[in-house]
Each structure stands twice: as C-alpha cells, then as structure tokens.
C-alpha cells in the first residue's frame, strides 16, 4: 500500500505551491486581474475518500477538466468544481455582470482554459524539482458526479492502457489538493471560491514519485 511519510508529503506540497504561484501568474495575466490562489489542504487518500471530500452528497453535480499525461509518470489530473461554484468562478475571473445564460454558454470555453493553465503548472512543478519528464494530453471538459470523475476505469481508458494490469481501486491513492480562489477585486469578500486539484497516478508512477522524493530530500 503506498504511503508517504510527513517529510516527503511536506516536500510534495512546496512543490504544489509552486505550481500555485505559476497558475496564479498566468490566470492574472490571461484575465487582466490578480488572482489569489492559495493551497490550504493536500490530502493522500483512498478513492472513496476522495470521492466524499469532493461532494456534500452523492448527488451533487460537479464540473471538472480532465487532463492525462504519460510518459516516465503516467495519469490523470483533474480540475473540480462544485456546478454552482464553477459559473461563479467563470463570474469572478470574467470581472462582469453577465445573465446565467450567457455564463452558462462561457462556462466550458473559460473552465477549459484555467484548467489547463492550473494542471499544466502543478505538473510542471514535478519536471522542474525531479528527474521525470512526461507529456499532458489535450484538456477536457467533464460534468458528473464524484464517482464518476473519479473512476479509474474511465480515466485509463482514456490513456488506453489496460484495465487488467491497472486497476486496482482498493491499492490506488489520490493526491486531492483544495484550493480557494480569489482576485484582487475580491480580496476583502467574505466569499471566498473553492475548488479542488485531484492528481491520480498509476501505481508504478506513485513508486517513481516515492523514489524521487527520496532522493530529493536525501540531498539536504
């Protein structure tokens, strides 16, 4: 069963603050705005406590962009939102009063580009502290449930890797980083927009993290 001790998961969350910092930059750059981003929780857990961290209840609809990347670490990382604060979000970063109509048509165009802009960082992040290289596929744009966003099955089918060999639910962790997001403009609000970053990794790319992460803090 994978686990990382305290050291290694304190390593793992500088390096997810620096990809925070490169989101933050280029999502204030891409919007004409400063936008706040802050990392306040990463959680190692099982699927299913994953899938419950995500959602108030099972019912509850969730916006998500999906982004896979393979090569020496192999996955898929995830973008989520609960619906309601998705469009709030496309609101906030927009800095205009629209109809929900209109939100609702600008929705995936402009979830699409932030979630590329933050899960192309956070994965950065790992090629700039540790000797691994992969590549990201295209992003996509996802509604569903928590379950549904988090099934494995789905997400190796869409690497087309095979199932059999893979997976394995009950071994499998997910990396679920929660995030609040903010713009300058907002700063002083008391509503503050949450979301989260959910990173799942093969089981052989978890044992290339582990690795890399020894190394890394062998060296101070």
């Known amino acids: 069963m994978f686990f990382l001790t305290e050291m290694e998961e304190d390593a793992l969350k500088e390096?997810?603050?620096?990809?925070?910092?490169?989101a933050a930059a280029s999502l204030s750059q891409m919007v004409n705005n400063e936008v706040l981003?802050?990392?306040?929780?990463?959680?190692?857990?099982?699927?299913?406590?994953?899938?419950?961290?995500?959602?108030?209840?099972d019912e509850e609809q969730l916006v998500a962009i999906r982004q896979n990347f393979s090569g020496e670490l192999t996955g898929?990382?995830?973008?989520?939102?609960?619906?309601?604060?998705?469009l709030e979000l496309v609101r906030t970063l927009l800095n205009e009063q629209m109809p929900l109509e209109v939100l609702m048509e600008l929705e995936q165009e402009t979830l699409q580009d932030v979630g590329n802009v933050v899960l192309?960082?956070?994965?950065?992040?790992?090629?700039?502290?540790m000797s691994i290289q992969f590549?990201?596929?295209?992003?996509?744009?996802l509604k569903g449930s928590g379950a549904f966003l988090l099934d494995i099955t789905s997400h190796l089918a869409a690497q087309r890797l095979a199932m059999q060999e893979e997976a394995n639910e009950e071994n499998e962790r997910a990396?679920?980083?929660?995030?609040?997001?903010?713009?300058?403009?907002?700063e002083?609000?008391?509503?503050?927009?949450?979301g989260f970053v959910v990173l799942l990794f093969?089981?052989?790319?978890?044992?290339?993290?582990?690795?890399?992460?020894?190394?890394?803090?062998?060296?101070?």
Do not use: C, W
């Open 188 to 194: 002083d609000a008391q509503h503050t927009l949450s």
């Open 120 to 129: 192309n960082a956070f994965l950065e992040s790992f090629t700039q502290m």
């Open 175 to 186: 990396f679920v980083l929660m995030m609040d997001f903010k713009t300058h403009d907002e």
């Open 202 to 220: 093969s089981q052989p790319s978890m044992e290339i993290l582990k690795r890399e992460l020894k190394t890394i803090l062998g060296a101070f």
């Open 15 to 22: 390096f997810f603050n620096m990809g925070l910092g490169m």
């Open 135 to 141: 590549e990201f596929e295209a992003a996509e744009f």
């Open 76 to 86: 898929t990382s995830l973008l989520i939102f609960p619906g309601a604060e998705s």
């Open 37 to 57: 981003l802050s990392l306040p929780q990463l959680k190692v857990v099982p699927y299913d406590e994953a899938t419950r961290m995500l959602v108030a209840n």
